[in-house]
Structure formats: C-alpha cells, structure tokens
T-cell receptor, first 115, second 114 residues
Framework: AQTVTQSQPEMSVQEAETVTLSCTYD???????LFWYKQPPSRQMILVIR??????QNATENRFSVNFQKAAKSFSLKISDSQLGDAAMYFC????????????FGAGTRLTVKP | DTGVSQNPRHKITKRGQNVTFRCDPI?????LYWYRQTLGQGPEFLTY????????KSRLLSDRFSAERPKGSFSTLEIQRTEQGDSAMYLC????????????FGDGTRLSIL
C-alpha cells in the first residue's frame, strides 16, 4: 500500500523568505499523481500544486514550486516570498493512476509565517 | 462555481445517537469522496461514488456507517450508534474524471461525541 510521510510536523518562515516542506512516499507503481493541499485554520482544504509522475519537469504555480525526485520518491514544496496568508497546514497527497478512488495523505506540516 | 457544500458545519451529539451529514458537490462533478480527519492527521479515505454508484469502501467504514448518493448529486453519510472514537472532521470532496483531476474539498462537518 502506498504511504506518504511528512517528516516536519511544524515549520516556520519569516515573511518574504523561502521555505521548503518535505514529503516522501512509498509506492511500487510507475505512474501516479502527487498533490500539495493547503488547509488554513477552520477553512477548507484547497489545492496548491500537482505533479504527474510521468512528467520530469517540476510543476510551478506562481510562488509555489515542487522538487520532484522520482527515483528518491521525494516531492518537496518550495514557497518563495512567503506571505502571512501562507500560514496553514500543508498536506502532501499521493493518488494512484490505476486505483483512482483512493488518495493517501501525509500527516501534514503546520507552517507559521512570522511578520 | 459555488464549491463543495457540507452541512452541518458542527454536530454535537450524545454517544449512541445517530447522525447524518450532507454533502453537495460541485454540480458537474461525477465523483464524490468522503474522508475522515482526526486532529493532527491528514484525511483518511472512507468511501467513493461515481455518479450514484458507491464503488469503494475503506476498511475504516464499519457497518455503523452508511453513505448514499441516490441521484448522483448530493450525498449523505450516516453514522449509527455513535461512539467516542467517531469524533472527527468529516470531509467531502468531489472531482471530475479522470484521476489526474484534483479533488475539491468542502469545509467539513466537525462531529463531537459527548
């Protein structure tokens, strides 16, 4: 079974600085999808960025980018020019291409942004 | 796009009571998912519908839990004879096929068992 590990329960960053959140996963599949979701306090979970495993190019969405290392099964999220509104729980998630009903989430990383 | 809507936002009930939650997905989404999230953890998959068909149920979904999506639109999740361990946030998400499409989440229903 696929598992997702986020080894950093909490991270903090100074406003306008850059922070990287770590995620590793375990799978025997060759094609799959990876996602980062953001869950602000008492608010709904929203998609930040996604990566398709067959694509070698790292996904980028404005200030958010990923470092996808398929061989190492690593999928880190980099947030540049951090803003106060980036403070939230961040969840890394894995979704099989073949068993598409099941998305596995990591335990999350709580990001604090200091003004 | 009004997003995924869940009701109620909060539910407090006594142990042993039955509770029902509702989820209204994004209208054109044919897939609907239920997750459970406990404090400090990521969401855990419970069950999944494609249109009105319930295609998958997690082992987490005991026989006290039942979910329906009768017309392929809104869904309900019922928990019978609630237990302390049922206290959690219940999240609903919807998506389009295929599986590379992201899931859009609702605000969740927070269940507290007294």
């Amino acid at each position: 079974a696929q598992t997702v590990t986020q080894s950093q329960p909490e991270m903090s960053v100074q406003e306008a600085e850059t922070v990287t959140l770590s995620c590793t996963y375990d799978t025997s599949e060759s094609d799959y999808y990876l996602f980062w979701y953001k869950q602000p306090p008492s608010r709904q979970m929203i998609l930040v960025i996604r990566q398709e495993a067959y694509k070698q190019q790292n996904a980028t969405e404005n200030r958010f980018s990923v470092n996808f290392q398929k061989a190492a099964k690593s999928f880190s999220l980099k947030i540049s020019d951090s803003q106060l509104g980036d403070a939230a729980m961040y969840f890394c998630a894995y979704r099989s291409k073949y068993n598409n009903n099941d998305m596995r989430f990591g335990a999350g990383t709580r990001l604090t942004v200091k003004p | 796009d009004t997003g995924v809507s869940q009701n109620p936002r909060h539910k407090i009930t006594k142990r042993g009571q039955n509770v029902t939650f509702r989820c209204d997905p994004i209208s054109e989404h044919n897939r609907l998912y239920w997750y459970r999230q406990t404090l400090g953890q990521g969401p855990e998959f419970l069950t999944y519908f494609q249109n009105e068909a319930q295609l998958e149920k997690s082992r987490l979904l005991s026989d006290r839990f039942s979910a329906e999506r009768p017309k392929g639109s809104f869904s309900t999740l019922e928990i019978q004879r609630t237990e302390q361990g049922d206290s959690a946030m219940y999240l609903c998400a919807s998506s389009l096929a295929p599986s590379n499409q992201p899931q859009h989440f609702g605000d969740g229903t927070r269940l507290s068992i007294l």
